[in-house]
């Protein structure tokens, strides 16, 4: 032994070295706390930055050419003013007085939009995250993309290109908020999507679909911690019989022929921190609300700080032109992620137009429906066997949806008081 040649022990060790490094980087908890770390690197020196700018009054102090910038960044230029989405309420009130033909053309378009987008992007998820590229024939294994975290960034940079567009093209309220805050809503919506990409590589998409249907619970629970909002019977009620249906589905699913597909352990952790983060941003959202914005106003905050720790992220582990190494081996898998990107953001349009024109609880019901075509168009193309007790848990997580929607909906009505009639003189 101690005659073999230096230079091949060194060979050696630098593939064991690889090797190690390489599994490590299969385990989703380091590649988790990979990403946080490199979101970190823009976070803490920002956060410098802005007790520092803050610190010594730059407000009142500072000027110069950076001075609108910085003022908006850090200090916002009005004070919290109530919800005030002028432009996103202004339509609605147009469509209350069009006629009824109309209406009914408008929700075909809104339903129509908000399925064709988001069905098309379910679909696309589970092909990207669960199949592999470049096989020719059925025998051959081909190549999985393994990095969540860029198809969170080419969603983010479409979406914010969209936006951007949107608030240049059409009139918008005049921003008062503070840019930074958008950062907490954004960091935790990058991290909620890369769970829910993630997600997939260890559980069914139907599971994933029911247990984001579930996440009215944390979303509860978030809004007594964050925004110390109280709750009625129902809505406890409503969310008793959610639990109830998702854990007789996730109970008795099977095991289907795709590995990558099976329900695990580490799929549910995902999950859970998929449904945590994901009720803090909207929790997050409804507080930066109360600042004068419209709501592509927020599409427009919260995927910049998105692309920003995204682009930052990658660049720092070296995985951007790796994924962009991908994309040009594999054409289909470009054409997907673009794909994928463009149902994403023309859903979050369709979402704010369908809300402004037919209010919140329409939009549920849309979706709600949406969420049920999903798993029945996920188990016909993938193969995803449901038992008859899981059907039911599924049947029983949809009518506590409908249930939340009718109950929401009786309690709004039963608030209209009658307005006193203004005589003008």
Known sequence: VSATNPSVCVCVCVCVQSSLLQDWHDVWLFRFFLNVLGYTTIIIPGYFLITYLKRINYLQTGRGICYPVIKACVFGSE??????????????????????????????????????????????????????????????????????????????????????????????????????????????????????????????????????????????????????KSYEYWEYLTAALISLGVSMFLLTSTADKHPSTVTTFSGVVILGGYIVFDSFTSNWQDNLFKHKMSSVQMMFGVNLFSCLFTVGSLLEQGAFFDSLAFMTRHSEFAFHAVLLSVCSACGQLFIFYTIAQFGAAVFTIIMTLRQAIAILLSCFLYGHAVTMVGGFGMAVVFLALFLR??????????RKVPQPQVQKV
């Open 405 to 414: 929607v009718y109950a929401r909906s009786r309690m709004k009505a039963g």
């Open 79 to 228: 004070s919290k003013t109530g919800l005030l989405d002028d432009v996103s309420l202004a339509p609605r009130n147009d469509a209350d007085s069009g006629s009824s033909a109309r209406q009914a053309f408008k929700l075909v378009f809104c339903a129509a939009g908000l399925q064709v987008s988001y069905l098309t992007w379910g679909v696309l998820q589970e092909r990207v995250m669960t199949r592999s590229y470049g096989a020719s024939t059925p025998e051959e294994e081909g190549e999985h993309f393994k990095d969540s975290q860029f198809l969170v960034f080419m969603n983010r940079i479409l979406a914010l290109t969209v936006s951007g567009l949107w608030c240049v093209l059409f009139k918008q309220p005049r921003h008062g908020a503070p840019m930074y805050k958008y950062s907490f809503a954004s960091l935790s919506n990058v991290l909620s999507s890369w769970c829910q990409y993630e997600a997939l590589k260890y559980i069914s998409f139907p599971t994933q679909v029911l247990a984001k249907a579930s996440k009215v619970i944390p979303v509860m629970l978030m809004g007594k911690i964050v925004s110390h």
